[in-house]
């Protein structure tokens, strides 16, 4: 994690100082934009839940407690605007499992037919790709973060804010979801 | 289906994102965000209507709205 900046910056910040706000932004946006991009995964929407999490932070700058870590209290925020993108996305674009019609354009890019693999392969990733679609956007974040990028589970309640138990219960509920989706669409292996 | 295999499967089907590091400077765009007039949500017209109405139907409220501003 970047280095915290230093506490006379950040009680500038809390006070509303724009240019301290600006300097917080300037050290802090390629971590955080890296950071949502590991869970919406498409550089435009990271890109706008990383402005709308420091706009959320600045509007919330005399909640934060400068004797703690402004990056990790960072990292809560953008967690928290990457999984409102998740629900607004699966509002506005997510389809059913069973829609043969549509192939839920996402925050998730497949990877799906590779050379020399035939379309099954395009197949069975966008099957899986639709599965994980499918999961509730908390699940989907703990899923992601945990199984896909390989976070360890204390990192992962951090960033949520909430106990390690309760990532727990959500990654196995996640793997249990997706196990049923991917069983009921064929795929036993 | 094993949690491994699982992992193998989400890994091979749901890509790494393209660009890892930012493109474009977002300062301009944060900055302009901040010059934005506080826009009203739904819940606060909804709020604000509803207070409206209360005050037409009872208006000895005024003071107890008053009371809590």
């Given at each position: 994690?970047?280095?915290?900046?230093?506490?006379?910056?950040?009680?500038?910040?809390?006070?509303?100082?724009?240019?301290?706000?600006?300097?917080?932004?300037?050290?802090?946006?390629?971590?955080?934009?890296?950071?949502?991009?590991?869970?919406?995964?498409?550089?435009?929407?990271?890109?706008?839940?990383?402005?709308?999490?420091?706009?959320?932070?600045?509007?919330?700058?005399?909640?934060?407690?400068?004797?703690?870590?402004?990056?990790?209290?960072?990292?809560?925020?953008?967690?928290?605007?990457?999984?409102d993108q998740l629900k607004a996305h699966r509002r506005h674009k997510?389809?059913?499992?069973?829609?043969?019609?549509?192939?839920?354009?996402?925050?998730?890019?497949?990877?799906?037919?590779?050379?020399?693999?035939?379309?099954?392969?395009?197949?069975?990733?966008?099957?899986?790709?639709?599965?994980?679609?499918?999961?509730?956007p908390?699940?989907?974040?703990?899923?992601?973060?945990?199984?896909?990028?390989?976070?360890?589970?204390?990192?992962?309640?951090?960033?949520?804010?909430?106990?390690?138990?309760?990532?727990?219960?959500?990654?196995?509920?996640?793997?249990?979801?997706?196990?049923?989706?991917?069983?009921?669409?064929?795929?036993?292996? | 289906?094993?949690?491994?295999?699982?992992?193998?499967?989400?890994?091979?089907?749901?890509?790494?994102?393209?660009?890892?590091?930012?493109?474009?400077?977002?300062?301009?765009?944060?900055?302009?965000?901040?010059?934005?007039?506080?826009?009203?949500?739904?819940?606060?017209?909804?709020?604000?209507?509803?207070?409206?109405?209360?005050?037409?139907?009872?208006?000895?409220?005024?003071?107890?709205?008053?009371?809590?501003?």
């Amino acid at each position: 994690m970047q280095d915290e900046p230093d506490r006379e910056l950040l009680r500038r910040f809390t006070h509303g100082d724009r240019d301290a706000f600006e300097a917080l932004f300037r050290q802090f946006e390629r971590e955080v934009y890296r950071w949502i991009l590991r869970i919406v995964r498409e550089p435009g929407a990271a890109e706008d839940a990383l402005i709308e999490a420091f706009w959320r932070a600045y509007r919330g700058r005399a909640r934060f407690d400068s004797s703690r870590s402004f990056g990790a209290w960072m990292r809560r925020i953008a967690t928290n605007v990457a999984i409102d993108q998740l629900k607004a996305h699966r509002r506005h674009k997510w389809s059913p499992l069973d829609d043969e019609a549509q192939i839920p354009a996402g925050s998730m890019t497949r990877r799906g037919g590779r050379a020399g693999q035939g379309p099954d392969s395009f197949e069975l990733a966008d099957q899986i790709h639709r599965a994980f679609a499918s999961l509730p956007p908390k699940l989907q974040v703990v899923a992601t973060l945990a199984l896909i990028e390989e976070l360890p589970l204390a990192e992962i309640a951090d960033a949520l804010d909430i106990p390690p138990g309760t990532v727990k219960s959500r990654l196995f509920r996640a793997t249990r979801d997706l196990r049923t989706q991917l069983t009921r669409v064929g795929l036993h292996t | 289906m094993t949690d491994e295999r699982l992992k193998e499967l989400l890994r091979g089907a749901i890509s790494p994102p393209d660009a890892e590091e930012l493109r474009r400077d977002l300062w301009p765009q944060m900055a302009a965000r901040l010059e934005e007039r506080p826009r009203w949500s739904y819940i606060d017209l909804g709020l604000a209507a509803a207070a409206a109405v209360a005050l037409a139907v009872f208006p000895e409220w005024l003071w107890l709205l008053a009371y809590h501003l």
